[in-house]
Structures are given as C-alpha cells and as structure tokens.
C-alpha cells in the first residue's frame, strides 16, 4: 500500500489523483518556501549537435526513501530525497537517435516492489525505464544493477510483439503502470507518416520477468491493413477496489483522413475500462467518432468519488484535446452529467464521411470555448492585415470542422484543449483543476499529386505523407510573419470545477509567454505543457509555461502565491513528498522544443526554511 508522504507512481497514485496529503506547506506560509537543492543530470542536448534535441517531461517519484527520475538518455538516476545528493545511476547504453519522434523523450520510470520483499534478495524491489527502440530494462531498486531474472539479463525487447505493419520500434516514452505483480504498458508511435500503421496494443507483463500475460488490441483484424495506432500513448488509471484498468486510446491513422477507415472502430479516440487480470473490455466510451482530427484522449481518467443528489458515486473525470471535461460513472461508463450528440459539419474532400453528429459536453463547461477567438488585431496590424485575410480565406464552421483542400481553422487542434498531464483533483473538497490551452492551427489535405515531402519542421508544424492516403497533410500554427499568433488571448488557462455540482468556480490565465527575450501580459497566458498537483493543505504546485517558472497557486480562488524562475520550462509534474518529517516539492526542469527551445537537466527542490 502506498504512503500517504510518498509519490510513487507518475500521477503520484494509482487513481490519477496527483494529490498529496502532506499539508506542512499552506497557502499561508508557502511564499517562504526555498530552493533547499538542485541536481543535474549531464543528460540534455538542444539538437545542435550529432544528438536530437532532449524532451524531458519525467515526473520525479519518491518512494524506497529514494528519488528516482529517468532522463531523456534513458538513465535511471537515484538520488538522496532531502539533499540531492546521488546514490546510483544505470546506464542502458540506449541509442541515441529520434527514431520515432522529433526528439529524444522520457516521462520518467515506474517502481514494483514484491508484497512481502526478502532481506537480502535483489530484485525485491524494482525500477524501469523504457527506450524509443522498444527496450524495457528493470533495475534494483537499492543498487541499480540489473535484474538478471527479467526478460533477458534485465531487458524485455517489446518489439518482439511488433508484428502487425511494424514500420517503427513501439516507443517506451511513457513508464508502464504497475499494479499488484503487473506492469501495462502502452507505447508512442511516428505520426502522420503512414496509413496502415501498427495497431494499438496494451501489454500486461509479470513484473518480476517480463514475462506476457495478455495483450489488449484496440482495432478489429479486419481493419489493420488500412489503418493502425490507437494506441496509448499517456498514462493510465487503477481502480484498486474494483480491479479495473483505465485506458485512453488515441486516435486511428492516417490521422487526418479516413476514406479507408469508413468502419466503425468503437475503441478508437476513447476511455475504456479493462479488467485488470485478463484484459477484458469492461466499458467503453468513444470520445470522437470517425477522428479525423487526432483528437487523441491524451491523458489518464482522474478517479474519484463525488456527492451528487445525495448519493456518493464512483466517478472518472477524462479531460480531453477537446476541451471536454467527461465526467463517468467509473463502474460502467455511463455519464455523471450529460453528454449530447450534436450535428456538426460535413466534409468537402471526394473519399471522405465525417461523422454526423459528434458528443458534446455542456456540464461542466468545458476548458475552452465553443468557437476560435477571432483575429488578433494587434498580430492583424504587425502583418498588415494578413492574419484576417488569411482568416477569411480559411474553412470554419465551428468545432469539429474537417479538414479541406483550402485550409480548415483547427479550434481546438491537436495541441488540445487539455494536454497529456490531464487534471489533478481533491478528492476531500472534490475540486478538480486542470490547465489548458487556446491553440489553433490550420489543417489542410493535400492532393497525392501536389504533395511534395518537406523537412518536418518539428512536432507541431510541416507537411507530412500519411503513406498510402490520397491526400497528405499541412500542418501549420496559424501565426503572421513575425511570429505571433494571428488569434486573440488568452493562450492558456488554469480552472477549478466542483465535482459535485459541475460548477466552474474559477478560471485564469495561467503562465507568461516567452518571445525573443520579452515576457507577454499575464492576462494573456502562456501555451502549457504538464499538469497540476493538489495538496492537502489547498495548494496547487505546477510549472508547465512557457515562461521558465514554477508556482504555488490557491486552490480556492485561482490567485498565484509563489513563483520561482527555473531553467527552462519545467514541463514535468512535480513530485510532492515528506521525508524525516519535512514536506519537500521536487521539479524535473527540462523544457520542450513545442514551447521554447529552451532546454535543460535541472533537477530542482524546494522546502520551507527549517528554523
């Protein structure tokens, strides 16, 4: 059983919650707080050289009187908690190379340790991280040598299971889910280059060998030979008193077409329940019908029960790229407030059927508006009216428009909404809080016989092939030639919604955005990456902006308490702990090529002065 003073999953618990019971630093005191240490990793690169820029989003975990943290050069560092000083580090060798994404990548790794661990034994306790060429390597915990009696020698090639349209390795950014005896693991893939890609696939493996307990496959056989992915990507949730796994499936490939994908593929774009032992569907719920925006559910479902009509009931809170916040009956599914299907627009591409109608959540309000904000009139001035002219040349008809040969308003797009840390909760108060963005992009299909293969530009903009599709894809962030967005702020927000009444009780800008050196209004946001904790105590802990800081923020009115600057934006959960009787805050400070490219190996811990 977990510690209440530990953090030792990714999302701090089983349930996704991200909220920590220590409560020595308040509202009150916390503006005292201090930088009691910093570590750094040596592991970071800003892509000038032979080696990819570094992506470090690795969520810290305290447990085993240990901080434990992964690196983008998939190194597995232990350090001690309260002075950062390094107790070991293990070293896969792993390449080196972005061979399934823009840059390197690491969210960090997950820790097992047996029920009852026998002094003297190794491998009683457990550390793993995965690699981009699909390699799954398991540690001791204590010394950080590998286990000989997992997979081979400490290493479990996950590419074994790659047998379906295998063009890239299943990538191991994301750390798997430990469970009892069982880790379930998903994997990242290569966007938007193929058609008939691998098809999702969720992996429950014996923790102490690697050995293969059953395998869950999102798409039907008999579609996978014109599609692929549905994969999972981000983290997933435990229901320990029920025993049920929660999955967010991404959305199917090509992502942007569907002409061949007609069928219906009821797993696709969803949050679905798995029984934890034999991988089962329990429950299903499909988020997006016919995805043809890659509106991947991108973050693990937040668990917790809620009060509502007098009733104490077993909820999920799924946020969404949408801007939906989905709020189930965890047992079966079914919606806690109401979901409706909307009509919404068709398609003008020969090939293509949109879906007709679209679900659509009014309760509680979701995280962004219904339409895009319309032109900035300072960015329309720089560009001497080109960003409304370029506006006006643009298909829009709301959300859910689809992609088109002319360029289509993508509001939200596949920078959501809410990103890949999802939202954290109070499962005391049932205040649930979650950051997001106001993005848009436009997407535009483009003919098979116009298509001309670019350089991608990176992970958010460029021409990309979809294999085999009729059209491939342009994909771009709708800013004027100086770099700034065509649309008006705010850019992100950070919101508190009552669970229990579905009510929003506030909603603010959230972060600073960085350009060229100069900080933008607060009232304008920042773009965000990462997510929020919760503490006991009414505080939220988070870095996530554009603008290099972490702060402490009031749960209860939004207001910000406490920043500090860091390296570079720390992009990162942190991790909130107690160790020898001191509450301690811990950020893996290591930027995003999506936000600045700014990066950075800083590891970085704060405490309230001892005296």
């Known amino acids: 059983m977990q510690s209440p003073e530990s953090w030792a999953t990714f999302n701090g618990d089983l349930m996704a919650q991200k909220y920590a019971a220590a409560d020595e630093i308040t509202p009150r005191n916390v503006g005292q707080l201090e930088k009691v240490w910093e570590y750094h990793t040596g592991d970071v690169s800003d892509g000038s050289g032979d080696v990819p820029m570094t992506v470090w989003s690795a969520t810290p975990l305290f447990v085993n009187d240990t901080l434990y943290l992964g690196t983008p050069f998939y190194r597995i560092v232990a350090l001690e908690p309260d002075t950062g000083r390094e107790k070991w580090t293990f070293d896969p060798e792993a390449e080196r190379k972005a061979l399934t994404q823009p840059d390197l990548k690491n969210r960090g790794v997950a820790y097992w340790q047996a029920a009852n661990p026998q002094p003297g034994e190794a491998c009683q306790k457990m550390v793993y991280i995965g690699t981009m060429d699909a390699k799954l390597w398991g540690v001791d915990a204590d010394t950080g040598k590998p286990c000989a009696g997992f997979g081979e020698n400490g290493m479990l090639d996950v590419n074994q299971w790659n047998t379906v349209n295998e063009k890239w390795p299943l990538s191991l950014l994301q750390p798997p889910t430990v469970y009892h005896d069982t880790l379930y693991l998903g994997w990242a893939g290569k966007d938007w280059t193929d058609a008939a890609a691998p098809p999702g696939t969720v992996f429950a493996l014996d923790a102490r060998t690697g050995r293969l307990k059953w395998m869950f496959h999102a798409l039907p056989k008999e579609a996978v030979s014109q599609t692929g992915t549905a994969n999972v990507w981000a983290s997933m949730s435990i229901d320990p008193e029920r025993g049920l796994l929660y999955i967010p499936v991404s959305s199917p490939s090509p992502n942007y077409y569907g002409g061949a994908r007609k069928e219906k593929l009821p797993l696709a774009t969803s949050v679905t329940a798995l029984d934890a032992d034999t991988g089962k569907v329990v429950w299903s719920r499909q988020l997006v019908h016919h995805d043809i925006w890659d509106l991947d559910t991108d973050a693990p479902p937040t668990l917790v029960d809620i009060r509502k009509d007098g009733r104490t009931i077993p909820a999920l809170v799924q946020s969404s790229k949408q801007g939906f916040l989905y709020v189930l009956n965890r047992e079966t ?153 065509c649309w008006k702020p705010p850019y992100g927000m950070l919101a508190a919604y009552d669970l229990n009444t579905g009510k929003r009780l506030w909603n603010e800008p959230f972060g600073q955005v960085q350009k060229y050196g100069f900080y933008m209004p607060e009232s304008w946001g920042s773009v965000t990456i990462g997510a929020p904790v919760v503490t006991k105590s009414g505080l939220i802990f988070i870095g996530a902006s554009m603008d290099s800081r972490v702060r402490a923020i009031d749960l209860r009115t939004g207001a910000v308490l406490w920043k500090s600057l860091v390296d570079a934006p720390a992009v990162s959960m942190p991790a909130v702990y107690t160790y020898k009787g001191r509450q301690y805050v811990t950020f893996a400070v290591g930027g995003n090529s999506i936000l600045l490219p700014k990066v950075s190996d800083q590891v970085v811990t704060y405490a309230l002065p001892e005296d």
């Not at 009509?343 to 879906?355: F, L, M, Q, R, T």
Request: proline share 12%.
């Open 333 to 485: 599914g079914e919606p806690i407030y109401p979901i409706e299907e909307r009509p919404v627009p068709a398609s003008d591409v020969p090939g293509e059927a949109a879906a007709p109608t679209q679900p659509y959540v009014a309760t509680p309000a979701p995280v962004i508006p219904d339409t895009w904000p319309g032109v900035s009139s300072i960015a329309n001035m720089v560009s001497l009216g080109g960003c409304e002219r370029r506006a006006e040349s643009y298909r829009y008809d709301g959300r859910f428009t689809p992609p088109s040969f002319q360029g289509t308003i993508a509001y939200p797009p596949t920078t959501g909404g809410t990103e890949w840390g999802g939202g954290a909760v109070d499962p005391t108060r049932g205040i649930y809080v979650v950051n997001s963005n106001s993005v848009v992009q436009i997407y535009q299909l483009v003919p098979r016989d116009e298509y001309e293969e670019k350089e991608q530009e990176g992970e958010t903009g460029g021409y990309y092939a979809q294999g085999d599709a009729p059209y491939a894809f342009h994909l771009e962030t709708f800013l004027n030639w100086a770099g700034m967005p």
